[in-house]
């Protein structure tokens, strides 16, 4: 895959862009984000991260096309994970709520420069040395397994080592003024609250990055297409915060399926590393691991959901809420089964069927299709397949 310097410059270009119209319009002004302006954003998002990967499969080809959304599907999820930490980290330090999007836009600023350092690291780190894919893939497993052992735990809510020493060595003012970081208190240029919000925002996003990127690796050894995939879920995800933070308790099985994720792309990478050095060991392609990090997703989801009383609560959402979370576990299940059209198996028929089945519980249009899909389908005699031409 060659990527140009010109499609390097276009595509940060736009993610460019994208922030600042973020940050001049939307977060502007502080306010408190309500569920619709959330849902439209989020919707937004995805909608520029699917276009973009459809665009990556016109111009590069459907295994490129395939590796792209593995990688969002991975970045996606993990980022999930990350709002645990954030609500904590905003709640800890009690942060205005009107300033909530204000930070974490900042914050999403502070992790695409620092993920784009550890990126470039890590390409060079891959092309220099083929054995850093073991060194990833341990990474993975180790943090996969620490993950399954402490499933279910509360995140530490304690200051990190950056922000306990910088409230000893800082002069600090009590309480905030608005966004600013820094203020004049008796002719002194003193921190606010704001600061250290911000230092441990940045600080937290780059331990993440420490999975997140060897895990975007495992499924694509493309530099672009890490980069790419990281944005765009980081983008994202200050939407994804206000969308999902009353739902983050409920998803008591994700931390689960998120150490089955780590487990199997870190043994992913270790096989490709052995797939190189002795043929006799398969390597896992593309579309079967998109397959089952999306299969282990759907059925974490799925079980938090029940296990919460799905049946009952559901219908306790708002009618928004309800609809967008349908829409992206259905549209996601859908785009997936087309991304494994060029996979041989009966993968993409399926996916296809589940994903109309999801977006039937909220939409009409989906269970009128899905009606019509059962018609036709039982309108086919199996029996005809296998009768000879002569007959």
Same mark, same amino acid.
């Given at each position: 895959m060659h990527v140009s310097f010109l499609v390097w410059a276009i595509t940060v270009g736009l993610i460019s862009l994208l922030l600042i119209i973020d940050l001049l319009t939307v977060s502007a002004k502080p306010h408190e984000v309500k569920l619709k302006e959330a849902t439209a954003w989020s919707i937004f998002y995805i909608g520029v991260a699917i276009a973009f990967g459809i665009w990556v499969f016109q111009r590069f080809g459907s295994q490129s096309g395939n590796e792209f959304f593995a990688a969002y599907l991975v970045e996606k999820a993990l980022s999930v994970d990350n709002l645990f930490v954030f609500v904590i980290i905003l709640a800890q330090f009690s942060v205005p709520t009107i300033y909530h999007q204000r930070v974490l836009l900042i914050g999403v600023m502070l992790a695409? @420069?620092?993920?784009?350092?550890?990126?470039? *690291?890590?390409?060079?780190?891959?092309?220099?040395?083929?054995?850093? *894919? @073991?060194?990833?893939?341990? !990474?993975? !497993?180790?943090?996969?397994? #620490?993950?399954?052992?402490?499933?279910?735990?509360?995140?530490?809510?304690?200051?990190?080592?950056?922000?306990?020493?910088?409230?000893?060595?800082?002069?600090?003012?009590?309480?905030?003024?608005?966004?600013?970081?820094?203020?004049?208190?008796?002719?002194?240029?003193?921190?606010?609250?704001?600061?250290?919000?911000?230092?441990?925002?940045?600080?937290?996003?780059?331990?993440?990055?420490?999975?997140? !990127?060897?895990?975007?690796?495992?499924?694509?050894?493309?530099?672009?297409?890490?980069?790419?995939?990281?944005?765009?879920?980081?983008?994202?995800?200050?939407?994804?915060?206000?969308?999902?933070?009353?739902?983050?308790?409920?998803?008591?099985?994700?931390?689960?399926?998120?150490?089955?994720?780590?487990?199997? !792309? #870190?043994?992913?990478?270790?096989?490709?590393?052995?797939?190189?050095? *002795?043929?006799?060991v398969p390597k896992i392609s593309t579309g079967v691991g998109l397959a089952v990090i999306g299969v282990i997703l759907i059925i974490s989801i799925v079980a938090s959901l029940a296990k919460n009383n799905f049946s009952k609560s559901w219908k306790l959402f708002p009618k928004t809420l309800r609809k967008t979370i349908v829409l992206l576990v259905g549209s996601t299940l859908i785009v997936t089964g087309f991304a494994l059209i060029v996979i041989p198996g009966p993968f993409t028929m399926p996916l296809l069927i589940l994903g109309l089945v999801v977006l039937a519980v909220e939409f009409a249009w989906a269970e009128t299709l899905l009606i019509r899909v059962r018609h036709h389908g039982a309108k086919i005699d199996p029996r005809r397949l296998f009768k000879k031409k002569s007959d």
């Open positions: 695409l @420069v620092l993920r784009g350092i550890f990126i470039a *690291f890590g390409a060079a780190a891959l092309s220099a040395f083929s054995f850093t *894919f @073991v060194i990833f893939g341990a !990474i993975l !497993i180790w943090t996969g397994v #620490g993950l399954f052992r402490h499933r279910g735990e509360e995140p530490d809510s304690g200051d990190n080592a950056i922000v306990s020493r910088l409230r000893k060595r800082m002069n600090l003012a009590d309480d905030f003024h608005g966004s600013k970081l820094f203020i004049r208190q008796n002719g002194r240029r003193i921190a606010t609250p704001m600061f250290l919000v911000m230092i441990a925002i940045g600080s937290t996003d780059m331990l993440f990055a420490l999975d997140s !990127i060897p895990a975007t690796f495992g499924v694509t050894t493309e530099t672009f297409l890490v980069f790419a995939a990281n944005a765009f879920a980081l983008l994202g995800l200050r939407a994804l915060y206000f969308l999902v933070k009353g739902l983050l308790d409920r998803l008591v099985y994700l931390s689960l399926g998120l150490s089955f994720i780590l487990i199997f !792309i #870190g043994a992913k990478l270790i096989m490709t590393f052995l797939h190189e050095h *002795f043929h006799s």
